[in-house]
């Protein structure tokens, strides 16, 4: 064999070699049926990715102080008061003492496609769970049989490119810094979780996107005169306009920064005796910061005139009071904030700590008694110790400590530990 003929057949059995290589991954990473994203599936004879996940999960409370029902998580509005007498016994509820519960509740699936198009990647989302529907009140068999919930919509959004319809997380939402919590109601700072919106997202490159929407609105109300709050749901009274809201996401490999903002339109008409509208308007920051390894800093601080359901997603704060003897409306001044850290035990083993803050201002329009029964403060904190012996797994323990003051000076504490297990698919 001349020199010619050797180079030819060394150089021809080194790409056969080399294709024989890279076949097995060639062949794995175009599998029968693989889809365009993690766990999805190709459906057949079209260009439609599918998947299914959710997770089930038991969630276990103790109460040491005042027992709350477990659906939903422990939320710091029905915390019990004092009595708030020198040398008299608590409120109702306050001194009752321990109580155990089960639920799987938060359990969950969602649906997701996502299909290419000339427009960009059409994606679909749908996502439910068992957790607090609204118009269903659980008797007192609740818990006897089958300790039934009814099925809730979480999310149901679409996208094409850059524009996204449907119910979806708020864009005065930043879930990139929101504690990992196994109670479900989580830091008290979380606004509006999500709600119907038509939204755009512009990317500026360089891990920076800007977006804008157009959300659901809902004017929360308290009455001058007798303290009682209302929505402008029902009851022939309406909302205008929609809240419109935006926000600046960074992201970096040392984690993130977000600015959002939120104007709107408080609004109250009853048809009757009150014709009055306010501007509403917040700001917020937040953020993470990857210490070492794979722990986080997390950071959250809100504030505004009349934005008390983008403050708290459990309804505990209001936007604006109304007096209808002069049919003036005056809004409720928030502030709130949580910082929280996310430690990493080993690669199985991790923990969060959080402290999280909300105080309501309320204006002069509002006084006495009245104003003596409002909220105005609440201060949640969560510790947890969560193991993950597999990806797909998560069982922990958590103490939750809330503390709960109105405007009278009376104040409640709870105390819950929790014990968790969640099998995701």
């Known amino acids: 064999m001349n020199r010619t003929s050797f180079r030819v057949a060394l150089l021809t059995t080194a790409a056969l070699l080399s294709a024989a290589a890279v076949a097995p991954a ?58 708030n007498v020198p040398g008299t016994k608590a409120g109702a509820g306050h001194s009752i003492h321990g109580g155990s519960q089960f639920t799987a509740s938060e359990s969950r699936f969602n649906i997701e496609t996502r299909t290419p198009t000339g427009y960009g990647e059409l994606k679909t989302v749908i996502e439910a769970d068992f957790t607090n529907p609204s118009g269903l009140t659980n008797g007192a068999a609740f818990k006897v049989n089958s300790n039934s919930s009814g099925l809730r919509l979480r999310l149901a959004y679409g996208t094409l490119g850059p524009f996204l319809a449907g119910q979806a997380p708020s864009t005065f939402r930043d879930t990139l810094a929101e504690p990992e919590t196994l109670d479900f109601g989580g830091a008290i700072t979380a606004g509006v979780l ?10 500026a490159g360089g891990g920076l996107t800007i977006a804008g929407a157009v959300e659901n609105p809902q004017t ?33 490999p040392w984690g993130h920064l977000a600015l959002r903002a939120v104007a709107r339109e408080i609004y109250d008409h009853d048809g009757v005796a009150v014709s009055a509208d306010s501007f509403g308007w917040g700001l917020g920051a937040s953020g993470d910061l990857r210490t070492w390894g794979k722990d986080q800093l997390l950071f ?87 193991w993950s012996p597999v990806p797909q797994v998560d069982t922990g ?29």
């Open 26 to 83: 060639r062949a794995q990473s175009s599998a029968p049926g693989g889809g365009s994203f993690p766990g999805s599936i190709l459906i057949p004879a079209s260009n439609t990715s599918f998947k299914v996940g959710g997770y089930a999960k038991l969630d276990y409370t103790y109460d040491f102080s005042a027992m709350q029902p477990i659906v939903g998580g422990l939320s710091p509005g029905a915390i019990p008061l004092d009595a």
């Open 194 to 203: 999500r709600q119907p919106q038509i939204r755009y997202t512009y990317d």
């Open 300 to 386: 959250q601080i809100n504030g505004g005139d009349g934005i008390g359901r983008y403050s708290n997603a459990l309804g505990l704060v209001q936007d604006t009071v109304v007096s209808t003897a002069t049919s003036t409306m005056e809004n409720l001044k928030i502030v709130s904030g949580v910082i929280a850290y996310q430690h990493w035990w080993t690669d199985q083993l991790r923990s969060s700590a959080e402290g999280s803050y909300l105080h309501i201002g309320y204006p002069a329009i509002i006084s006495g008694a009245p104003l003596a029964t409002q909220n105005q403060s609440f201060i949640t904190s969560h510790v947890n110790l969560i």
């Open 397 to 425: 323990v958590e103490y939750i400590w809330e503390k709960r003051t109105a405007e009278n000076g009376q104040h409640g504490f709870a105390n819950r530990l929790q014990v968790s297990s969640k099998f995701k698919f």
């Open 220 to 252: 929360q109300v308290i009455d001058a005169t007798t303290g009682v709050s209302t929505t402008n749901f029902g009851a022939g009274r309406a909302d205008k306009l929609p809240d419109f809201t935006a926000a600046a996401t960074w992201v970096q």
